[in-house]
């Protein structure tokens, strides 16, 4: 209940009671975001590297699809993903992953983009959204990710 997967948290709740009362309708679209700057968390303050250091963003998809797989019962299918990186941040370890996308089909048929990020410009956040042939559903991006 510490919302640590985004199900129970109270926009979501929201989305859930919309999905079931059948007002979005069929999901066809949906999209999750999960950027998170963990640069200051790559290391201990004695230099030893974290976990969080070489894990590939895509490896921690719980935020940004957990929600749409708790809502709707379905489960992915198919996936196709990229990746991109840069060096500037100190202790930048070449070749990782920063950014990772991923466009995933459901058993449903819902096509669903997510997008996990772990070293960014900026503090980052998380952002939602399903689209449903009835309606439709929306976060607001960063700190504005609790709003519908």
């Not at 894990?55 to 993903?81: C, K, N, Q």
Request: hydrophobic share 30%.
């Amino acid at each position: 209940m510490m919302a640590e997967n985004w199900p129970y948290e109270p926009n979501i709740l929201t989305a859930q009671a919309l999905y079931s009362s059948g007002k979005r309708g069929n999901l066809y679209y949906g999209e999750a975001e999960y950027l998170h700057h963990l640069e200051p968390l790559w290391s201990e303050p004695d230099g030893t590297p974290t976990w969080r250091w070489s894990l590939p963003p895509l490896l921690y998809p719980t935020h940004g699809i957990g929600p749409y797989l708790h809502m709707t019962g379905d489960r992915f299918t198919e996936v196709t993903a990229y990746r991109v990186s840069g060096t500037e941040p100190p202790n930048a370890k070449p070749n990782a992953a920063w950014l990772e996308v991923a466009i995933l089909r459901s058993e449903q048929g819902c096509l669903f983009k997510l997008l996990n990020s772990f070293c960014n410009a900026h503090a980052g956040g998380h952002y939602l959204s399903f689209y449903g042939d009835r309606g439709s559903f929306e976060t607001g991006r960063g700190k504005e990710a609790r709003t519908v």
